[in-house]
């Protein structure tokens, strides 16, 4: 099994930024990606950004190309997700999966462990 904690949500006024945290415990071992996911209210959970551990490749949903950026410490296990420019669109609660699927890695049911989640929210 693989643990996975978020931290680092909060309150932010629009153009602001913030920077996500995931660390992950277990059998981190056995995870090839992680991956960003995030739902807003009355909506579907959507993809944000993954990072491929073997590979070091990234990809973005085009709505936070260029204005986020998925990072990673291997020696503490962590995932990070810096947040800039940020909108209030961008509100919703931020969720860190891990995964060792070779797919699009872009697909909820892609990844098999979760973390619980942290709010982001953004004021005009």
């Known amino acids: 099994q693989v643990q996975l904690v978020e931290s680092g949500g909060g309150l932010v006024q629009a153009g602001g930024s913030l920077r996500l945290s995931c660390a992950a415990s277990?059998?981190?071992?056995?995870?090839?990606?992680m991956g960003w996911f995030r739902q807003a209210p009355g909506k579907e959970r959507e993809f944000v950004a993954h990072?491929?551990?073997?590979?070091?490749?990234?990809y973005y949903s085009d709505f936070v190309k260029g204005r986020f950026t998925i990072s990673r410490d291997n020696a503490k296990n962590t995932v990070y997700l810096q947040m800039n420019s940020l909108k209030p669109e961008d509100t919703a609660v931020y969720y860190c999966?891990?995964?060792?699927?070779?797919?699009?890695?872009?697909?909820?049911?892609?990844?098999?462990?979760w973390g619980q989640g942290t709010q982001v929210t953004v004021s005009s």
């Open positions: 999966a891990a995964t060792n699927v070779v797919g699009t890695l872009r697909a909820e049911d892609e990844y098999s462990y």
């Open positions: 277990g059998r981190t071992f056995s995870t090839t990606t």
């Open positions: 990072d491929t551990w073997s590979s070091g490749r990234t």
